[in-house]
């Protein structure tokens, strides 16, 4: 079964302080982009990436590799929703936010924190 990876965009992005805030759309579409050409490292053997953004990145467009999803609401929320969809399927968030943390952990879903995703 696919392994599915969720990126909590926001978190992931927010980081590092490398200037993001000036840009918010701008630093998801290069992590996406980044995230379609490179994967995640150690989970390169065809996983599905779900990139969920919210707020002022909620108009960037999925690309080949990478599927954003951009939450209607709180992006911690529609993580939850994906994992909890997920059903059986393995499942990877990446997020250093700790109640989004439980949230998944509980649904059976194992984390990642955001710096291995942005090596």
Do not use: F, Q, Y
């Not at 805030?21 to 490179?38: C, K, M, S, T």
């Not at 994967?39 to 990145?57: K, R, S, T, W």
């Amino acid at each position: 079964m696919t392994e599915l990876l969720i990126i909590d965009a926001a978190n992931v992005i927010g980081s590092v302080p490398d200037g993001w805030w000036r840009d918010r759309r701008g630093a998801v579409e290069r992590l996406r982009d980044r995230l379609a050409l490179d994967g995640v490292p150690g989970h390169e053997d065809g996983a599905e990436i779900v990139l969920v953004v919210e707020g002022a990145a909620k108009g960037v467009e999925s690309v080949p590799g990478v599927r954003v999803e951009a939450a209607p609401g709180s992006g911690d929320d529609r993580i939850v929703e994906l994992v909890s969809e997920a059903g059986e399927r393995p499942c990877l968030v990446a997020t250093a936010d700790r109640e989004l943390r439980r949230r998944v952990t509980a649904l059976g879903a194992d984390v990642l924190g955001p710096r291995s995703v942005r090596r």
